[in-house]
């Protein structure tokens, strides 16, 4: 019997679940898309409470730089402590196995009036995700389904096709050193 810690922070929700043997034995989350640092670790603690883990599956994006280093820094730090493995996983992959058609799109919020994006057909993500705005998108002509948040099991699944190593980022940082500004 194998327990996944499944963690996300890719939209305004921070989504913890454990999953046993492709089963749902526990799920919490919290909204607040500036509450990903308080709300990841009484989300764990409360989840692991009874529970041994196994492996951390964690959604690399995309999504906004601090809420994805939240998320992503917490799995890789409790994995280490634990000597446990970590498998990332693109958080619309885990979005887009709950929607039922042949071609769609899946969009969150990138906020700044955008929204991260990726086009599905019979389930499978074509080419890679983007960040545009909802206009843009809409223009594609397909469904779009926006609001939804990822799903544990669906994340899990996609742990046993690989791991994505690298947060996907679609923006360049707002940051820039002093050398670098005009």
Known sequence: ????????TSTNRTVVGLVT????IWSGHR??????????????????????IDQVIVGMGPGPFTGLRVGIAFAHTFARARNIKVIGVCSLDAIAAQVDEKDFIVATNARRKEWYWARYSNGVRIGKPAVNFPADV?????TVHFGLFPDFIAMTNLATQGSISEPMYLRRPDAVSTADRT
């Not at 909204?31 to 009874?50: K, N, R, Y």
């Not at 809409?138 to 397909?142: C, F, M, P, V």
């Open 21 to 24: 043997d492709g089963k749902l």
């Open 31 to 52: 909204d607040g898309a500036t509450a990903h640092g308080p709300s990841l670790p009484l989300l764990v603690a409360e989840a692991i409470a009874q529970h041994s």
């Open 138 to 142: 809409e223009k594609l002509g397909t």
């Open 1 to 8: 019997m194998s327990t996944s810690l499944v963690i996300d």
